[in-house]
């Protein structure tokens, strides 16, 4: 079973996805958190597998909630899915940057939503890669790419300089939002050999997930943002 911790502050969207969630059979609700603290309390008391998290709750904002599960050593096992709207689409890449495994539009279909949390759930990070990458590269793009710097409470810049010239190609495909099979067939390896070199490249550039690589090789200027 997928034990999903739903976080929003709208008692009324909490109760739409708990019901959407348990008519899975592979998924239960396993608690609900009005706010950001609330939710962090909870996945270290549920043990949860995926929080669905807003961005905008009272207090402790999601963005928080995210960077402070994702920091917790006894909360290795959780993954955040970010749920956003238009209008906090500029929450995205700080989301990301926080260590969510991807995010999700609150006007998805229902399917999409589920599948979603199958998806991380299963350890990949890239929900729509596509999407994905393009909606970071805009981001990026209109924050002059700028990374939060240690003392602001963001990561050490990327060294890419630790990165083989394999790892550099595969980081590239990476961010053009490509699954391990595709990146395979594109550079004639198999798909084995593009996981230990994904992994490897997340150990050297200290990235929890795919998501933070896809932000990596932007903010490095490995791959460039496309004009809008």
Same mark, same amino acid.
């Given at each position: $079973?997928?034990?999903?911790?739903? !976080?929003?502050? #709208?008692?009324?969207?909490?109760?739409?996805?708990?019901?959407?969630? *348990?008519?899975?059979?592979?998924?239960?609700?396993?608690?609900?958190?009005?706010?950001? !603290?609330?939710?962090?309390?909870?996945?270290?008391?549920?043990?949860?597998?995926?929080?669905?998290?807003?961005?905008?709750?009272?207090?402790?904002?999601?963005l928080a909630a995210t960077r402070e599960i994702t920091a917790a050593e006894d909360l290795t096992h959780v993954a955040v899915l970010v749920l956003t709207t238009f209008e906090a689409? *500029?929450?995205?890449?700080?989301?990301?940057?926080?260590?969510?495994?991807?995010?999700?539009?609150?006007? !998805?279909?229902?399917?999409?939503?589920?599948?979603?949390?199958?998806?991380?759930?299963?350890?990949?990070?890239?929900?729509?890669?596509?999407?994905?990458?393009?909606?970071?590269? #805009?981001?990026?793009?209109?924050?002059?790419?700028?990374?939060?710097?240690?003392?602001?409470?963001?990561?050490?810049?990327?060294?890419?300089?630790?990165?083989?010239?394999? *790892?550099?190609?595969?980081?590239?495909?990476?961010?053009?939002?490509?699954?391990?099979?595709?990146? !395979?067939?594109?550079?004639?390896?198999?798909?084995?050999?593009?996981?230990?070199?994904?992994?490897?490249? $997340?150990?050297?550039?200290?990235?929890?997930?795919?998501?933070?690589?896809?932000?990596?090789?932007? *903010?490095?200027?490995?791959?460039?943002?496309?004009?809008?």
């Amino acid at each position: $079973m997928i034990r999903v911790l739903l !976080a929003d502050d #709208q008692a009324l969207l909490r109760g739409a996805f708990r019901v959407l969630v *348990e008519s899975e059979p592979d998924m239960e609700v396993v608690g609900e958190a009005s706010d950001g !603290a609330e939710a962090v309390a909870l996945a270290r008391g549920t043990r949860a597998d995926v929080v669905l998290m807003d961005i905008r709750m009272p207090g402790t904002d999601g963005l928080a909630a995210t960077r402070e599960i994702t920091a917790a050593e006894d909360l290795t096992h959780v993954a955040v899915l970010v749920l956003t709207t238009f209008e906090a689409d *500029e929450y995205v890449a700080q989301a990301i940057r926080a260590g969510a495994a991807g995010f999700l539009g609150k006007g !998805a279909e229902p399917d999409e939503l589920l599948a979603a949390i199958r998806t991380i759930a299963a350890g990949d990070a890239l929900l729509s890669p596509s999407a994905t990458k393009s909606l970071i590269a #805009q981001f990026l793009a209109q924050s002059g790419g700028r990374r939060p710097l240690p003392s602001e409470g963001g990561p050490a810049a990327p060294d890419l300089d630790a990165l083989t010239a394999r *790892e550099r190609e595969v980081l590239v495909e990476v961010a053009m939002g490509l699954p391990n099979d595709e990146i !395979a067939e594109r550079l004639g390896v198999s798909p084995l050999t593009v996981k230990t070199h994904v992994n490897r490249t $997340m150990a050297k550039l200290g990235a929890r997930d795919r998501a933070q690589l896809v932000v990596a090789a932007y *903010e490095s200027g490995l791959v460039r943002a496309a004009p809008r």
